[in-house]
């Protein structure tokens, strides 16, 4: 028996992130063989009706204006929840998320936040976007930072399941670290993800920062990604977070919504680890 395909959802809001979310997802969708399901949420359920009949209006746009056959759900609830809940949920076959941020501009500064809040509750990951993707049939250059941490592990089966079905290059990141302790850490992790890549015949490149500061670090992170015209940033979030923690010394939303409007994937902690483990071994 064929197994069922998996899906990109695409929470949508009928904003012009969430169609760049939405281009983004085809991308990806054309190179992994997904299909897409766009998600909106209502306030009240008497809300649903009206939501549903936009939503056919919209799929009907989609297949016009992009040839692509998607899907829709709508549902009513708190988006903090809903969204994570129904990509979590195993029956709806959810591969990862993709959802449109505005940034940190003016009075949307708090929407980093908004998008942090969304993106912690999953157990798949999410891949937070600005603009629409580059003239360019999949992502070719993907930055994974290095640093001491154990969930190095989960972030790396996602690089190499990517790698694998994109063709794309790993930049591996060394993060500044002076403790001699941690800098062993970061070594064996670097070297794990080395082996690993190896044996799954990915591409590969290793830059280390020259940064001793976390906001250095996080600039030249950024500046690195640039200068390669990155794709992708493949961060773990950070376990029971809260106001003061940090991500290579920056606040997560600060990253989900930088400057050089680069797309980031998440990979909450334990999140979909046990069903990317195949590609470990190739």
């Given amino acids: 028996m064929e197994q069922e395909r998996k899906s990109i959802m695409v929470t949508w809001d009928f904003s012009a992130v969430s169609y760049n979310a939405l281009k983004h997802a085809i991308k990806l969708a054309h190179s992994l063989k997904n299909n897409i399901i766009l998600f909106h949420i209502v306030n009240e359920p008497t809300e649903e009706e009206g939501a549903s009949k936009r939503m056919v209006e919209t799929v009907e746009e989609i297949k016009k204006d992009l040839g692509e056959d998607v899907g829709y759900q709508v549902q009513h609830g708190v988006i903090f929840k809903e ?5 979590s949920n195993e029956e709806n076959n959810i591969n990862f998320v993709v959802m ?12 980093g936040s908004w998008a942090l809040k969304v993106v912690s509750g999953s157990t798949v990951p999410f891949i937070v976007v600005q603009d ?31 790698g694998k079905y994109l063709n794309s290059k790993i930049h591996l990141y ?24 190896i044996q799954n015949s990915i591409e590969y490149e290793i ?7 976390s906001s250095q670090y996080k600039k030249e992170l950024l500046a690195l990604c640039k200068k390669i015209n990155a794709d992708l940033i493949l961060i773990t979030t950070t376990k ?14 600060l990253l989900l919504a930088n400057n050089e409007k680069i797309p980031v994937m998440c990979v909450n902690p334990k ?12």
């Avoid at 060394?174 to 890549?197: E, G, H, S, T, Y």
């Avoid at 029971?240 to 290579?248: A, E, L, M, V």
């Avoid at 999140?271 to 190739?282: D, E, L, R, T």
């Fill in 83 to 87: 969204i994570s809940d129904f990509a």
């Fill in 100 to 111: 449109g941020t505005h940034g940190m501009k003016g009075n949307q500064k708090l929407f």
């Fill in 132 to 162: 629409q993707p580059p003239e360019k049939d999949r992502y070719t250059d993907i930055v994974f930072p290095i640093d001491f941490k154990s969930e190095n592990k989960e972030k790396l089966q996602w690089a190499i399941f990517l």
């Fill in 174 to 197: 060394k993060a500044p670290v002076q403790d001699k302790n941690l800098q062993k850490k970061v070594n064996v992790n670097l070297n794990f993800a080395i082996r690993f890549l």
């Fill in 207 to 213: 830059h280390t920062s020259t940064k001793s500061s």
């Fill in 240 to 253: 029971h977070i809260t106001k003061f923690d940090y991500i290579f010394g920056a606040k997560e939303q």
């Fill in 271 to 282: 999140s979909n680890f046990a069903k990317v483990g195949q590609f470990m071994y190739g």
